[in-house]
């Protein structure tokens, strides 16, 4: 599920490698600030039209009850709800990538802050350990699958539903 071995480049076009690599990354990018910055379009182009998004593992560790996501339309529905009235901060790291032609995984650990827009005193911090199918979309990568695990969490999870 994670990758874990390192990649090595294969003899061809390195610079395409590196570029592939570093636009895999960019979408995991395009989630987490589309997010930060309610930017829907952005937040959209991070994603499959057939993406699925499964928040479940974490969700559980938190204690909340949360459905699988399923197609880019509801993804951004559920996520950029206009109800659900919260500020979000988005921290990717530790992202490592393996190419398969026109598909990749990718890992990741994204640190995500979530506070009531009208009540900063509240928080949920989420340390979560991410794992990425993604494809290449024309000349851009987007994600395909992303399973979203927790490693730990502070605060008030309910705070990340809006309430």
Not at 64 to 86: A, H, K, Q, S, Y
Not at 136 to 147: F, K, L, N
Request: hydrophobic share 45%.
């Amino acid at each position: 599920m994670y990758v874990t071995r390192t990649a090595a480049f294969g003899a061809g076009d390195l610079l395409g490698q590196v570029v592939d690599r570093e636009e895999v990354i960019d979408a995991l990018y395009r989630f987490g600030l589309g997010q930060d910055l309610r930017d829907r379009e952005l937040f959209a182009s991070a994603f499959a039209a057939d993406a699925v998004l499964d928040f479940r593992p974490a969700a559980t560790k938190c204690g909340l009850d949360i459905p699988l996501m399923e197609g880019r339309g509801t993804i951004v529905d559920i996520i950029l709800n206009p109800e659900t009235r919260i500020d979000t901060t988005h921290v990717v790291s530790n992202a490592r990538v393996e190419l398969a032609g026109d598909t990749a995984r990718l890992t990741a650990i994204v640190e995500a802050q979530h506070l009531p827009k009208d009540d900063h005193s509240r928080h949920a911090l989420l340390k979560n350990l991410y794992a990425v199918d993604a494809v290449r979309d024309g000349s851009r990568w987007v994600m395909r699958h992303v399973h979203i695990d927790n490693v730990w969490y502070s605060g008030d999870p309910w705070v990340i539903t809006g309430k």
